[in-house]
């Protein structure tokens, strides 16, 4: 009835409908803040709350500090490709896990010092592929393999997607695309990942 009114009456009658809506107001502030506007908000903390079920915690903001606005723009991309697109997903996941992992390594060595942590960089201070940081054979992923699971799993799916290559680099094997039985399984491995790195982080 709406369409068929303004089709009807003009752009005059529909401005008036428009501005006589009610806009539903963004309550978590999420959109405002991912588009630049600056609001007393962790984004990164709704998201991981909504989606991937944790508790809200103000850490976020602590623990990406100047990459904060960088790790917030990647995990906005790759909740937009949850459903739109299950590759991107899978990348922008990876790419947002590269500075959780890089970070969080950063935590445990000032927070635990005996504890002995893979590099995050060569002797040329150039950072290292997070394939090579989350190597099994580094103590850290024993200490902390809920941790470490998820966000392997979903590094060793990523580089096998058409998204990355087109052949696998180890098998030399035909990509293939992610699908949603795939996303599903990486979506709950990471799920008890973040929860894991939450408790780490919140843990005195």
């Not at 989350?134 to 809920?146: G, R, S, V």
């Not at 058409?162 to 990486?186: F, P, Q, W």
Request: aromatic share 10%; proline share 2%.
């Amino acid at each position: 009835m709406l369409i068929t009114e303004i089709l009807n009456r003009g752009d005059k009658y529909l401005i008036d409908k428009i501005s006589s809506l009610e806009i539903p107001r963004d309550k978590s502030a999420v959109i405002s803040n991912t588009l630049g506007k600056s609001k007393n908000i962790d984004s990164i903390s709704q998201i991981l709350q909504n989606r991937y079920k944790l508790t809200d915690s103000n850490i976020w903001l602590t623990f990406f500090g100047t990459d904060y606005e960088y790790a917030n723009r990647i995990l906005y991309l790759a909740e937009r490709s949850f459903d739109m697109d299950k590759n991107a997903w899978t990348n922008y996941m990876d790419t947002f896990n590269d500075i959780v992992v890089r970070k969080f390594i950063t935590v445990i060595k000032s927070k635990t010092p005996d504890i002995k942590c893979p590099s995050i960089t060569d002797k040329n201070n150039t950072k290292l592929d997070i394939g090579t940081i989350l190597d099994k054979q580094h103590k850290l992923w024993e200490i902390y393999p809920k941790l470490h699971e998820g966000l392997f799993e979903l590094h060793e799916r990523r580089r096998t997607t058409l998204v990355s290559h087109a052949y696998e680099k180890k098998t030399g094997k035909r990509a293939s695309i992610v699908t949603t039985n795939d996303r599903s399984r990486l979506y709950g491995l990471l799920k008890v990942s973040y929860m894991e790195l939450l408790q780490i982080l919140t843990t005195p």
